[in-house]
Each structure stands twice: as C-alpha cells, then as structure tokens.
C-alpha cells in the first residue's frame, strides 16, 4: 500500500479529528469507539429501570447534552464525544448518529424514531477506497427542526432553524431555514 500520509507525522486519530483523510488502523480510535459501545450498552439497560437516573450515563456519552434534553434508546454512535443535543431536544428511538465529524442539533428539535446522522465520506475512487482511506464531514441541524421518521442526514449538511424534514427525506445538501424538505433526494416544497 503507498504511503497516503509521507511528511504528515499526525496519527490517524489526529487526522481524523482534523477532518482530513485517515485510516480507521488507529488504536486511540479503536478505543474511544469501544468505550461508545460500552456507554450506549450501559445508557440502553439503565433506561429500563429508571430513566432519569439513566441520564448521567447519556451525559458520559454524548458531548455535550442540553437541559432537558432526552435521549430514548437504542442510541448508536461512533464515538458520542464529538455530539451536541441542544436544550429541550428530544430524540425518538434508535437514532444512528455517526460523529466522526462533529454533530450538532440544536435547541427543540424534534428527531423522529430510526433517523440516520452520518458525517463518514469515503473516496469515490476504487483504490483509495480499496485502501481503507477515509474522512468525515459535520453536520448541523438549527433550532427547533424536526427531522421525520427515517430522514437520513449526510455528510457536510446543514438544515436552518424551523425547518421540516419529511419522513424518510434523504438531505444531501443544505436546507435554509423555515421551510419543508421531502424526498430523495430531499428538496424544498414550501416555506413555513
């Protein structure tokens, strides 16, 4: 395999957190992931015995988690850490939010059940690909933005505050504020 890094004497992780292509080979990458897993695990089983005090453990989690913000399990991540729920936001069942670049969702936002968040870019060409080289892009939803049932949010997207994004609306591009996105790909229908 070529040298892709030769003069960058960064570390994948350190790569990584730059936005710039990397190699998911990194062992403080690794970990960070495996303690994600082990809080979402342990967010997941304290939830069904008492959810307030299951809080602290989302807090652990996530970034940075707004008052009265609420989290329902199952709740899937890269690494939680590079997360902002802002306050007041509720966020439905089995939200996939893939943080390798920041996310961040505003105040009163509504995420409806099974919604995907992913910053994760790979290369278009086969053998960068082939080669395990990837990268990331954020993602910023306004405040007071509901995103419908299985809307799906891709890389580098930002959706202003007020907007609706329809049920199953796949967002490839930037949403302005105050209006209604359906589709896939996502496109405006009307302002609010």
């Known amino acids: 395999m070529p040298d892709f890094f030769e003069g960058d004497s960064r570390t994948n992780h350190e790569r990584m957190l730059a936005g710039d292509l990397y190699i998911a080979d990194d062992p403080d990458i690794a970990t960070s992931q495996q303690r994600a897993v082990r809080l979402a695990a342990r967010y997941q089983a304290a939830y069904a015995e008492d959810t307030e005090a299951a ?7 996530i970034g940075d988690l707004g008052v009265g913000a609420h ?3 199952p709740l899937f991540v890269d690494y939680g850490a590079h997360i902002t729920v802002g306050q007041d936001t509720f966020i439905n069942y089995n939200l996939t939010a893939l943080d390798v670049a920041p996310i961040t969702i505003g105040r009163d936002c ?8 992913l910053t994760p870019t790979h290369p278009v060409e086969p053998q960068p690909r ?3 080289l990837e990268a990331a892009k954020p993602i910023t939803i306004g405040d007071n933005v509901w995103l419908g049932g299985g809307a799906i949010v891709l890389a580098g997207v930002s959706i202003g505050d007020n907007s609706v994004i329809g049920a199953g609306a796949v967002v490839t591009k930037d949403i302005p504020a105050n209006v209604v996105a359906v589709g896939n790909p996502a496109r405006v229908i009307r302002s609010i």
């Not at 809080?55 to 989690?61: D, M, N, P």
């Open 55 to 61: 809080r602290s453990v989302v807090a652990e989690l």
């Open 71 to 73: 989290i329902r399990p």
């Open 110 to 117: 509504q995420i409806g059940p099974n919604v995907q968040l």
């Open 130 to 132: 082939r080669d395990k």
